[in-house]
Each structure stands twice: as C-alpha cells, then as structure tokens.
C-alpha cells in the first residue's frame, strides 16, 4: 500500500498540496478521485445531496485512532481505524430514520453515539438514545431501557463531558418530559445506568462542564421566549445563580460563550456598544462583566477555542462575510498561519485533539472544497491527508460562492451571497432565490450542496441575509420580529431587482425557495411580489400563521411564535393576509410543495392545506410527501429525490425560458 501524500508546514511557508489517491479501506473512503463522466454530462443529484462518505471524524484521546461516520450507498457505520496499517473496522450500523447527533470517545476504547430516532407509536415524536461501542470488541452495545427518554425535541441529549479518568462514565445533558428543564447525569457507558449529577433547574436548556469536568454553568431563556439566561457556580457545592451586571436596571441578555481555568471567572456574549454580540469575560465574586474581550465593528463573535492540556483561550470565531478566527495566543496564531497558507482558500479548523495535544484532526472546507480531514502532528508540522466527504466531485466544476451587499429600500445594507455557475457570465442568468431558514438564521460562505448542485444546473444562486438574520447583531435580527411577509420579504424583493439592476439577473427567470420559514417567504413571494417570481418551491415550509398561532402543541417553537410572528388579538387580519395558504387564489405561477409527514417543526397539515388551497384555486401545483421525514430531509434516498425534483421543476419553469 503506498503511503498518503503529506504536507509539512513550517511556521508561516506555504507548500504545494500534492494529492493523490490514497484508498484506505474496501468503501474506498478518503480517496480523492475525478469522475469518469464526460463533462457535459448532468451530474446527478447524488453526487451532492448523498450522506457524505466520511463525516463527524474525531481523534482517540491517546492520538492512535480514528473514529467516524462513513456511508455507502445509504448504508452508514460507524468507523474506527489505527493510523498504522490504515485498517477500517466497522463499528456499528446506523438505522434508517437515525439522526446522529453526538459522536466522541469515550477514553482510548469505547465509541459513544448518540442519535435521534422515530418513537414507537407516535408519527412525530422522537427519542434520544446511545449505543457504546468496545473497539477491541466491535460489538455495539445499547444502553439500558432507562436510557432512551423522551427528551425535550429542541435539545435532544448530548454528552457534556468525557472524563479522561473515568472512561466509563459520561455527563449527558438529559432533559425529562415531566420536568421544567434539564438536569445532569453520570452514565455508565456499559449499560447506561444514571446518577444525577446536576438536579433539573426550570428555565436551563443546556449545561456545562469545564475542561476538568465540573458543570459549572447552563444556559436557557426567560420567560419572554427571547432573552438570554445564564447560571451559573464556581464548585460543586454552590448553588447556581442567575448572572447579571451588578449596575444593571433592566434584564441582560447574557449567552454563556466559555470557561476560563479561573473558577472563579467564565465568557460570556452580550451585546456590546456596537450593538453586536461581544466577548466579555463574567466575575462570580463581583457579579459583573468585564470591558469587552473582542468586539467586532460588524458581526456577533461565535464559538471559543481552548487549549486542550490547560482551557485556556486561545480564540474566537467571527463569522463574517467568511469564517474568520481572531487569536489571543501567539503561538496558536502561528500555528494556524501555518496552515492556512498551506492551504490556502478554505477554511481550516483542528476539530479533534489527543489528550496531550501533540497530535489533531484537521477538517478543511470552503465554497468549491467538499469537507476533508487531515491527521495534523504538531512536532513534526505535518499533516497527512485521510478523508474526503465526496470523493467523487469533479471540483474543476464547482462555483465559486461571492459575499455581497446590497440596498434595501429603507437603507439597511443586506448582506448575503451569489453563486454563479462556473465558467457562466454574470449576465441575464436564470436566478433561484434560497431563503434560508428561522428565520434567525443565517447564511455562511462556504461548503452548501444544495447551492452547488443548482449552480452545476446552470442557475446563479442567491442567498440574502434579510433583516430577521442572526450573526450581524441584535438590531438586525431583531427587526425581522413580527415582520413576517412584510419587511423581511421587502428584502428578498429588493434583493431581486437589485440583481436585475445590476444585469446579472434575467428578470423573466427567477425562482425563489426555501425550507421552513424560507418556504414561507417563497410561497408569500408570489403574492406579495408576482410581477418578480416566476416559480416557487417550498419544503417544511409555514403556510398559515393563524393555525400556527391557534395550535400551539403542533409546533416545537411555540413559545417564540407570538414574540416573533405576531398575537391573534390585533394581528388576526393582518396573519390571514400574510398566509399563503388563505391567500392561494392570488398565486399565478406554479409551486412545488414538500414535506416530511413527521415533521416536528412544522406540521404536515401545513403543507396540505395549501396544496388544497391551491387546487381549489385552479392553480399548478406539484406536491411530493415523504413519509417518516423531519423538517430537514434526514432520509439520503428522500433528499436526492426531493433534489432532482426541485432541479426538473425550476429547469421547466426558468430555464426554458428564453432570453431577452
């Protein structure tokens, strides 16, 4: 077997990656490969929107072993290879309709996976199980009976720690259906008996451990269903308090962000003189912030990065107009200097380190690089290639992914982004719209399957960060509430004539389409703005506001619905006018409609009622139900065929179309 290609990387010199094939197993993970297809050929849907052929790829504590997810043909398993020999050993197989949602180590012999799947006996419940695997032993192991609860939907259960000196035990955050909020227990891995740890605390979502293991914090919301809370302790025996600054009149908004090797100090995100999310450092004793860590002048820092020997901050992530770090720790900063210019063009993390933190996982991705990993030796400055999530993508032929801002009409800058086809002029294109969805989320420069495979279709696509969106502050995200249809959809239209202003958009052959609230904002889009879609596809999408509002069990997020969408008493009128589905006989173009039948976001009745509405009406619909399916397409052989379909219908009602 020939050795992998490897890269050395000396402090600040960029090198020549010279790929190669290197096959590692019988699947054929990790092989880098271009497709024996001509290049006028239409890829199909699968190349993209298949399970990747490795993903979740995580170190053993000891630096020696590799774990993961790998998938074949619909098949996943998961995975665990030594670095010498390159032998894969499969693990354990993941049903059809599991979610894996938590994957690690569990000291240097035990793979724990923690994933979602259907109830019994209940259409759109879920239940948070695991499995523990002996890796000498390759057999799984289900935990006991008490294990698989009824977790809250929202927060499903997921491991809080992994004790170095305890590898038979895990911290899980556990969230009881009876109970108000969630607790803490110690689980044996072998047979999943709990001990509380941490007693459930009303109003915390999620806790958590420090780097020595103690759960000294949790996070939840207040009683509006927006603001943020945090408690938190500095040892075991304290109690959990609520944090806020000490001179503060009115409630703080606090988002717990990280631990400091202080017990007596932690991180936090709050909104600081920028009106964007800043890092602050939070003193017990004192019970207040500090001034501001970092700030951003543009957008809310992210997620923290320690050290793994000590925790200390060595961090943070800015997601921006591309994923960005900003460094505390110099040699860090060198370290990933060094990295970046080796590979230069994407974005490169250490996701997973050995205990003594000689030895990492590297995953590299960006806009036209599928995700890869890397086994990255920090003595050595080296890094050895080991996976590719799709080995079978011709790269050549993938678009490039444009940050881009543009005006609205009240003068708010929208940030957002264009994918052209590659090798297309940006000229009197064929356009789809995605809305992404939330609506408080956000769109991010980088890897997106579904945007690639509809550039490889010929379409530009379009992807605005509309008022509503997180990640660029609290006034922006929070001039999307009760907005729904109105300004936040002005957003989506000015983003449209911006592109037919600029020429790059044909404005006879734009669609628009989305999932969840972006189904909504494509099917109110052919109301509010017919003159500027010409087709519209939704899949989860919200058609009625009322019903939303009137049946609150149906829906996960119900208690952030009126804060957001709007109340009945007073905006009754206004929510039948801003629902697609009451508003059905006003649509002209043609509409494509799916949903997952045990979607626990958005009801299925959603999505029928307006197909109905839109039958009745007369209008051209296509509608397409898959049975089982959330709110995202959970199923590989459902999100291929629900791809293709989406393709064949914009290339029908867009691309046909001649130019001007």
């Known amino acids: 077997m020939l050795p992998c290609p490897s890269l050395r990387i000396p402090a600040l010199v960029a090198l020549a990656l010279a790929f190669g094939a290197c096959r590692t197993d019988p699947l054929a993970i990790g092989t880098r490969t271009d497709p024996t297809r001509d290049a006028v050929d239409v890829v199909p849907a699968e190349a993209f929107l298949r399970n990747p052929a490795v993903s979740r790829v995580l170190l053993s504590p000891d630096g020696r072993q590799i774990a993961g997810l790998a998938s074949n043909d619909g098949v996943q398993v998961v995975f665990e290879t030594s670095r010498v020999g390159r032998k894969v050993n499969y693990l354990a197989k993941i049903d059809a309709g599991t979610f894996v949602h938590t994957l690690g180590w569990s000291g240097d012999g035990a793979v724990v996976v923690g994933f979602e799947q259907p109830a019994p006996e209940h259409d759109r419940e879920r239940e948070s199980r695991m499995l523990a695997v002996k890796v000498d032993s390759w057999r799984p192991r289900p935990l006991g009976p008490s294990w698989p609860l009824r977790a809250h939907p929202s927060f499903p259960d997921a491991v809080v720690h992994w004790p170095p000196s305890d590898p038979e035990h895990v911290l899980v955050n556990w969230w009881e259906s009876s109970e108000a909020g969630a607790s803490v227990r110690r689980a044996r891995i072998r047979d999943g008996l709990p001990s509380t740890v941490v007693p459930a605390q009303p109003g915390v979502n999620v806790w958590y451990a420090d780097h020595l293991g103690q759960v000294r914090a949790g ?22 308090e609520e944090l806020v600054d000490a001179d503060a009149v009115a409630q703080t908004d606090f988002e717990f962000a990280g631990f400091s090797p202080d017990p007596k100090t932690l991180y936090l995100r709050a909104i ?49 107009d591309r994923p960005a770090l900003h460094f505390f720790d110099r040699e860090a900063l060198r370290e990933q200097a060094s990295i970046d210019q080796a590979l230069p063009g994407t974005t490169n993390r250490i996701v997973s380190q050995s205990r003594a933190g ?50 609205a009409r009240d003068g708010l800058e929208v940030p957002g982004y264009l994918t052209v086809p ?42 605005p960060n509309y008022r509503g969106s997180s990640g660029y502050g609290r006034e922006h995200e929070r001039m999307g509430y009760r907005q729904w249809g109105l300004a936040m959809q002005d957003d989506l239209a000015d983003g449209v004539r911006w592109l037919v202003a600029e020429g790059i958009a044909d404005p006879r052959r734009v669609g628009i389409y989305g999932t969840g609230y972006g189904g909504y904002a494509a ?19 919200v058609t009625d ?32 006018a801003r629902s697609p589905a009451r508003q059905a006989a006003q649509i002209r173009a043609p509409v494509l409609i799916g949903h997952g039948t045990a979607d626990p976001i958005v009801h299925v009745d959603q999505a029928r009622a307006m197909v109905s509405a839109l039958e009745a009406a007369g209008g051209a619909v296509e509608s397409h139900f898959y049975r089982d399916e959330l709110h995202g397409l959970v199923e590989e052989r459902n999100r291929i065929d629900f791809h293709e379909r989406l393709a064949a219908f914009f290339e029908r009602n867009l691309a046909a179309i001649e130019a001007l």
Request: proline letters at 7%; aromatic letters at 10%.
């Open 422 to 463: 590659r090798g297309a002029t940006p000229v009197s294109l064929p356009v789809i719209v995605i809305v992404h969805d939330g609506p408080s989320e956000r769109d991010h420069w980088g890897w997106n399957p579904t945007v690639q495979f509809l550039a490889s279709r010929g379409f530009a696509v379009f992807q």
């Open 272 to 320: 600081g003189e920028t009106g964007r999310k800043a890092l602050y450092e939070y003193d017990l004793e004192g019970r207040r912030r500090s001034a501001p860590v970092f700030a951003h002048p543009r957008f809310d820092v992210g997620a923290l990065v320690h050290s793994p020997i000590d925790g200390e901050l060595w961090a943070v992530e800015v997601d921006g």
């Open 523 to 541: 099917l109110i889009g052919l109301v509010k703005t017919p003159e500027l879609f010409r087709a519209a596809a939704s899949f989860g999408g």
């Open 219 to 240: 996070s939840g919301r207040s009683q509006d269903g927006i603001t943020g809370i945090v408690v938190a302790r500095e040892t075991d025996d304290a109690a959990f």
């Open 545 to 576: 506001l009322v019903d939303l509002l009137e049946n609150g069990v149906h829906y996960r997020s119900a208690d952030l619905n009126q804060p957001v969408e709007g109340a009945l008493i007073g905006d009754r009128a206004s929510l039948e």
């Open 358 to 407: 000689g030895i990492g996982i590297v995953q590299v991705s960006g806009d036209t690089t599928p995700p890869e990993y890397y086994r990255y030796d920090r003595a050595r400055k080296e890094m050895v290639f080991l996976f590719t999530a799709y080995p079978t993508l011709d790269r050549a032929q993938l678009a490039p992914m444009q940050p881009v801002r543009y005006p």
